[in-house]
């Protein structure tokens, strides 16, 4: 079978990785994220649009400038072009998962920590899952 079929909910909450990239298709990118307490995804801008669904987690998103509190089942779109960022203003890792529409980063990734994913140039090479 082509495509992607899991519990994204389990496998979001089980995640403590700040990025690992699950699954990449021509058009999409399935993205799990775990922000630490106080961390954040850092203020960012792309040329694709970006769904976030929060499964775990308080936190706030920023876009634009707007900031809105966010929570467990809080979705975020972002579109492209958009200043945003995400913060976890809890004291439990902020889990999520989100979806970059085309894809932004290596099929297969994982950053383990912001400062791993901040020091690393990788960027979505146009090979996919499958």
Do not use: W
């Amino acid at each position: 079978m082509k495509g992607f079929v899991q519990d994204i909910e389990r496998m979001a909450v089980a995640n403590s990785d700040f990025r690992r990239v699950l699954y990449t298709s021509g058009h999409c990118q399935l993205v799990l994220m775990s922000i630490v307490p106080g961390g954040e995804i850092g203020m960012e801008v792309h040329h694709l649009d970006q769904f976030f669904r929060v499964e775990e987690g308080s936190g706030e998103a920023i876009l634009d400038g707007v900031r809105t509190p966010i929570g467990a089942g809080y979705a975020v779109l972002v579109p492209s072009g958009a200043n945003h960022n995400i913060v976890n203003t809890g004291n439990v890792p902020l889990k999520l998962y989100t979806l970059y529409a085309p894809p932004n980063h290596r099929d297969g990734v994982i950053h383990r920590t912001r400062e791993e994913a901040e020091a690393d140039s990788e960027e979505f090479d146009g090979v996919t899952t499958e």
